[in-house]
């Protein structure tokens, strides 16, 4: 038994390190997977089988015994993805001849929303900088950058000097999986990092980083979303992130027209699923749009119908 179980394990780490080697994930996301496999991994062996000997009827248990520890319907679901792509990766190796996650239900749950701003409260925030100060004008550049591409905060904080193109108008960037993608900027976002980066290079910092902090070092992560969270508070903007301005850049394009294949190339999204939970938000502004706009969406006065002639 004990040489059995490494061999699953062995499964397991093999399955993890594909994915970080070949298919380039982030250490973050990798340590996702591991944790939802390593559930699937410790129920197979409560059953004392291995994960490539797990049917049909096993991962259905494993789902109902994942809602019973509490799990939301979001969780189980992200859950049952990674075992789907385990599995695959089983297949494909040669370790399972059938794949048993193929098509498995799992529960639907209301979808949480993303936060996004309205345009109006994206103006108050992106005005929020003092932008009379070298901090404050960084700042300013950032904020504009973030909603005018839907910039994740890591590919932000990353990004370069020298993948930014004020000419063109564009800015390369590598988002998960290493994956580049050109993003167009907006006049906006163009006007304040000509601004930025100008005064940057009076200060003679020789990092190749775009965004840097008062020592010339690359701004992390971490004092991005301090920085965001500071200015939103400040303008009376509650609970908002790094995210919430790429929520705010992806939901304010479909309400303007925007196609969600476009969408989806601009946000970097590898399946067109994750761009489409935006269609709920601009679902509802239609909606209230039509009962705002529509001279019968909301008439109360009963119609009547005059009864015709005999003949």
Known sequence: MPLERQHRRDLLREYLAYL???????????????RDLKRLQGFA?????????LARQDLREWIAHLSREGLSPASVS????????????????????????????TPQGMAALPKFLTE?????????????????LRDRAMLELMYATGLRVSE????????????????????????????????????????????????????????????????????????????AEGAGLRDVSPHTLRHSFATHLLQRGADSRSVQALLGHSDISTTQIYTHI?????????????????????????EEDDD
């Not at 494909?92 to 498995?104: I, K, N, S, T």
């Not at 601009?282 to 005059?306: C, G, S």
């Open 156 to 231: 932000m904080t990353s990004l370069k000097l020298a993948e930014v193109d004020l000419d063109a108008g564009l800015i390369v960037c590598h988002g998960k999986g290493s994956k580049e993608r050109r993003v167009p900027l907006g006049r906006s976002a163009s006007h304040w990092l000509q601004y930025y980066i100008a005064t940057r290079a009076r200060r003679g910092s020789e990092s190749p980083y775009l965004f840097i902090n008062q020592a010339g070092r690359p701004l992390t992560r971490q004092h991005a979303w301090a920085a965001i969270k500071r200015y």
């Open 282 to 306: 601009t679902d509802n502004h239609l909606r209230a749009t039509y009962d705002k706009h529509h001279p019968r969406a909301v008439a109360t006065q009963t119609a009547t119908v005059e």
């Open 78 to 105: 992200r859950a049952v993805s990674a075992a789907r792509g385990l599995f695959r990766f089983l297949m494909l190796d040669g370790h399972m001849q059938r794949h048993p996650a193929e098509d498995l239900d």
């Open 45 to 53: 062996e409560a059953k004392g089988v291995g994960l490539s000997e």
């Open 20 to 34: 970080q080697v070949e298919k380039g994930l982030s250490a973050n996301s990798v340590e996702s997977y591991a």
């Open 120 to 136: 109006d409260e994206i103006e108050v925030l992106l005005g929020a900088p003092d932008t009379e100060t070298s901090e404050g």
